[in-house]
């Protein structure tokens, strides 16, 4: 199963990109695994909320395919620890998902078409994370569940 993590927004600071690639490269041993960064064009940059998100949804929409399977990340979504996200992968790769797509939505969230295509809503937390740190997070997940499933010393319980 490929995994791309989709985020909204410019690209990364050089210490955030650093963080990225090192865990991408522990990955590389049981998956491929890529950031995707969309950004709306410049000129509407300065957009109000309704017409961010509907931009937004406009290339969020175009991008996806069929074969993807879409996990939208949300502070409202279900909260799971580290198994469980090693479970849920598990699970993904059992049932032959090919992509697996976990977004990381805009500053003003998503529109309910995109929500209305996620498979499932996860949360990292209650909490409100900036963008670039959220992709070193999940980043990490990935890393951290894959090292779960292929019983690596990186996770201690």
Do not use: C
């Amino acid at each position: 199963m490929h995994i791309e993590i989709w985020s909204l927004g410019k690209d990364n600071e050089p210490h955030i990109e650093e963080g990225v690639r090192l865990y991408f490269k522990k990955i590389q041993p049981w998956n491929t695994i890529e950031l995707v960064t969309l950004q709306i064009p410049r000129k509407y940059a300065t957009a109000d909320a309704a017409t961010a998100k509907r931009l937004e949804e406009e290339l969020l929409l175009k991008r996806l395919q069929q074969h993807h399977y879409l996990v939208l990340l949300d502070e409202r979504g279900k909260l799971l620890n580290s198994p469980q996200w090693a479970t849920q992968l598990q699970q993904m790769m059992n049932q032959g998902v090919k992509t697996l797509v976990i977004l990381i939505g805009g500053a003003y969230g998503v529109t309910d078409a995109v929500r209305s295509r996620a498979k499932q809503v996860w949360s990292l937390s209650a909490l409100v994370f900036p963008h670039q740190l959220v992709r070193l997070i999940v980043a990490e997940q990935v890393y951290r569940s894959l090292s779960i499933l292929n019983n690596s010393q990186y996770h201690h319980e």
